[in-house]
Structure formats: C-alpha cells, structure tokens
C-alpha cells in the first residue's frame, strides 16, 4: 500500500566526481533497485572526503554536484528518495559530536580500515620520492620508538593521521541513527563498519538511559564487478576508467584499447574470452553473450568485430544517459534537488538530534 510506511535505508557516497561503470555496475544499481522498495536518504558523504583528503578540498563542491547529476541522469529518482548533501545537514555533526563523547577511542584505533588506508596515502604520498619517505619513516620510527609503540604503526605517527580521519566511524554512526535506518546497504566485506555503528548506538543508550537510537541491520547487496580497460579492476586510480556518460568518441578509443586473449592474434584463430575484459562487457551489455563467445572460441570473430559490435551497445545505454545528463546539467536541477532534499532530510534530523541532545541531559 502506497500510505504504508516503509523501512528506512540510508546510504551515501563520497563525491569522487563523475561515475564510471565500476560504480554504476558496483553501487548504483543497488540504489536504483532500492529507491522503490524502501524509504532512502541517499547523501553525498563530503565531509567524509575531507577526513582523508583536505588538501585537495577544492575539488569537493565540484565533484559533489557532478556526482549528483549522474545519479539523477541514471535513474535515482527525487520524488522517490531523498537527496542531499551531508554538510547541509547539520545535525551530522551534531550527532556525530555526542557519539563521541562515549566512544572508546580503542574502538576506532582497532578499525582495520583506518590503518590501512592510511598505509595507503603514506605510501601515496611518498610516491616516486623513495628518499624523502625513507627520511619521513626515521624520523616516524623515532618518534613512534621513543612514545613505547610498534614501530610497524608508522603511519599512525604521520601527520596524516587526523581526528577527523580516526573518527570517521563516529560520523558515519551519526549518518545512518539520525534517521533511525532499517538497514544500510553493504557488502559482507563492509559489516565490520557497520558493526562500530551498532555498538555505537547500544553505547549511547545504555549510557544515557535510553532507547532513541536503533541499530541498523546491514542489507547485504551484491555487486557486479566490471574490470577497467587493462583487465585491473576499474578504478580512477588506476586510470583504466569508462565513464557513465562517456564521450562517443572516447568510448569507442577506449573498446580499442581494451585488453583482449593475446593467443588470438588473427581473426579465425581460437580465443579464449574468460579473462578478455571486451568479453566481460559483452556479459552486461549484450544479451547474446554466449554466442559472442562462442564464435570466439571457434574463431568465427576476431577481435576488431567483437569490439565493434561491444561499441554500438554500449553506445547505446551510454547515449541515452549522456544525453539525459546534458539536459539535466543545462536545467540547472542539481541545485534544485539538493535544497529541496536538505530540507526533507533536516526535518527528520533536527528532530531526533533534539531528542539526543534530551536524552544527554542538554535540554
Ligand atoms: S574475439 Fe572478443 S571475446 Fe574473443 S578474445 Fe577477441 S575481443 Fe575477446
């Protein structure tokens, strides 16, 4: 029944810019599927991405409106779900400052993501100067030796290891309770977060006495992993991307470059498509997949014919999507979207921050 109240799911993305088919195939069409099944506030996690990267701030606002407008130009649907930008609601913060205060910080150092990823943007950021990382690690080593700890927590002694980024977990607890989310939509390897935001939740109500907060359950979604052009998976890191709206041009340029089965250098001769990323498209965007590897494996197509026909379907979907996304882009809608949103999304939030603030003793 349409007036039936349904289940809250709450989910948000970090606003990397433009999508390409990894999200769309990986995340996105997650969303879409959800977005008519459940209550969804679907945000754009900015704050998020300063806790790791406040050195490339300027790129935020930018990248926020175009990942938008590629959510609206594929499908996710304002009138169906609610749309907004996580700094315009401020009751994340606000929330996310109270879970804090009965946080254990051993729960957030124990997270395996933080040291990890932090591992990650030394090694980033030391890319290419083998010299001065090592000069950074002595002076790290010293100083992580001389305070009595590991020294194999280098990273954890940078100075890229900011509250913000250790307290991430805190934030994102505030992001789903303040809207008392059913469920938060994740794969299995994700639940160890979601896990904190549970403990979270019992944390503060046992403390305070209460039963405001309710803990999520994770919605176990599964994703279609698309490779990018050079057989790794497809990342903007990596450089190996095909974007959602990408330019014809550039589409059928990138089909080209595609990694294929190096055996099968002329047409007739045998190939092997398990492992081919032309044939791993071809399982998403053709419907006669099987036969396209059929005729692989026999030799009745090379590899130019194969990527030709892969280039006229996916022209196809992208097309459509491309020029959805123009109109979109040129009504100036995303702004629309984004106030009308904050504004649904604040009269949720405001309310059950005010009943935080209550159940802490504030008010
Ligand atoms: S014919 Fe197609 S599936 Fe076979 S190796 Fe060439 S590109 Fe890949």
Redesign the pocket.
């Given at each position: 029944m349409d007036n039936e109240k349904k289940p809250v799911v709450v989910s948000g993305a970090r606003p990397t810019g433009r999508l390409h088919l990894g999200n769309y195939w990986g995340t996105m069409k997650n969303w879409l599927a959800l977005q008519d099944k459940y209550d969804c506030y679907f945000f754009v996690a900015d704050w998020h991405a300063l806790t790791t990267g406040a050195d490339k701030s300027e790129t935020i606002a930018g990248n926020s409106r175009d990942m938008v407008l590629d959510w609206l130009a594929m499908g996710l649907d304002p009138v169906k779900a609610v749309f907004f930008r996580q700094s315009d609601v401020k009751p994340h913060a606000e929330l996310a400052l109270l879970l804090g205060m009965v946080t254990p910080i051993s729960w957030l150092l124990r997270n395996p993501t933080f040291k990890d990823q932090l591992q990650e943007l030394y090694k980033a950021k030391y890319k290419g100067q083998e010299d001065k990382m090592k000069k950074a690690e002595g002076v790290t080593k010293q100083l992580a030796e001389a305070h009595g700890h590991d020294a194999d927590e280098l990273a954890l002694h940078s100075d890229m290891a900011v509250l913000g980024f250790l307290g991430y977990p805190v934030l994102q607890a505030a992001d789903v309770l303040l809207y008392d989310a059913k469920f938060v939509p994740i794969g299995k390897d994700q639940l160890p977060h979601l896990e904190i935001s549970r403990d979270i939740a019992r944390r503060f109500n046992h403390t305070f006495g209460t039963s405001l907060l309710c803990e999520p359950e994770p919605l176990f979604t599964s994703a279609t992993l698309v490779p990018g052009i050079d057989g790794r998976k497809m990342s903007k890191s990596y450089g190996n991307t095909i974007a959602l709206g990408e330019d014809a041009k550039s589409l059928e340029t990138k089909i080209k470059k595609m990694y294929?089965?190096p055996l099968?250098v002329k047409a007739d001769d045998p190939?092997?498509?398990e492992g081919?990323v032309?044939?791993a498209f071809?399982k998403l965007y053709n419907q006669d997949w099987k036969a396209?590897?059929d005729a692989?494996r026999t030799g009745k197509?090379?590899?130019g014919g194969?990527?030709k026909l892969l280039t006229e379907l996916m022209e196809k979907e992208i097309g459509v999507f491309r020029a959805r996304r123009a109109e979109l882009e040129a009504s100036g809608k995303v702004d629309e979207v984004l106030a009308a949103g904050a504004v649904r999304a604040r009269a949720v939030a405001d309310k059950k921050m005010a009943a935080a603030s209550k159940a802490a003793g504030l008010i």
């Open positions: 294929t089965d099968k190939g092997h498509p081919c032309v044939c071809h396209q590897e692989c197509t090379g590899c194969c990527k």
